[in-house]
T-cell receptor, first 116, second 110 residues
Framework: GAVVSQHPSWVICKSGTSVKIECRSL??????MFWYRQFPKQSLMLMATSNEGSKATYEQGVEKDKFLINHASLTLSTLTVTSAHPEDSSFYICSVRPGAKKDTQYFGPGTRLTVL | KNEVEQSPQNLTAQEGEFITINCSYS?????LHWLQQHPGGGIVSLFM???GKKKHGRLIATINIQEKHSSLHITASHPRDSAVYICAVLSRGGADGLTFGKGTHLIIQP
């Protein structure tokens, strides 16, 4: 069965609105979750590392005020795309790293965001 | 230059053929992942390697740490194997997140 879930699986929103994407670890507690983004015909790119109980670590070029990450519990991380623009349209995927296996990541099914 | 290079970018083969996808990387790594992405976008982790060889069903993955190279093989390929196969590395001592190749788009024709 699925180890990681994401919600919603797809979302269409108007420019200027905010969208929240949830990533849940179903089988284990995860102190670390990752958020990736994939533009059409491009490879996945790491956006940020979400750490339970502390601030997320953002990759260079990713605006932390635009992509708000909250990792409030050991099983849930949320990514909020604030004031979304059409260029934010992308496929957003989270992954979860079990605490005991630092080389392992389990991926969520992804969320396709379309901003009109 | 991307830290992770995959070849070929696109591959079309006939059902039953033996498939090889290659991945080269330029950094020291602690692990390498092979992932499968279907048209809907969801990603499935196939293998995680830090040395040697792993086999799961018709899939085989190998890695040569000295040469910074890994291969994914599919034996007796089937149309349901059609997908994008992605190589990703976890840098040793670097960022915790994975660095991905651009993927190999595989089509197996009946």
């Amino acid at each position: 069965g699925a180890v990681v879930s994401q919600h919603p699986s797809w979302v269409i929103c108007k420019s200027g609105t905010s969208v929240k994407i949830e990533c849940r670890s179903l089988d284990f507690q995860a102190t670390t979750m990752f958020w990736y983004r994939q533009f059409p015909k491009q490879s996945l790119m790491l956006m940020a590392t979400s750490n339970e109980g502390s601030k997320a670590t953002y990759e260079q070029g990713v605006e932390k005020d635009k992509f708000l990450i909250n990792h409030a519990s050991l099983t849930l991380s949320t990514l909020t795309v604030t004031s979304a623009h059409p260029e934010d349209s992308s496929f957003y995927i989270c992954s979860v790293r079990p605490g005991a296996k630092k080389d392992t990541q389990y991926f969520g099914p992804g969320t396709r965001l379309t901003v009109l | 230059k991307n830290e992770v290079e995959q070849s070929p970018q696109n591959l079309t083969a006939q059902e039953g053929e033996f498939i090889t996808i290659n991945c080269s990387y330029s950094v020291g790594i602690s692990a390498l992942h092979w992932l499968q992405q279907h048209p809907g976008g969801g990603i499935v982790s196939l293998f995680m390697l830090s040395s040697g060889k792993k086999k799961h069903g018709r899939l085989i993955a190998t890695i040569n740490i000295q040469e910074k190279h890994s291969s994914l093989h599919i034996t007796a390929s089937h149309p349901r194997d059609s997908a994008v196969y992605i190589c990703a590395v976890l840098s040793r001592g670097g960022a915790d997140g994975l660095t991905f190749g651009k993927g190999t788009h595989l089509i197996i024709q009946p």
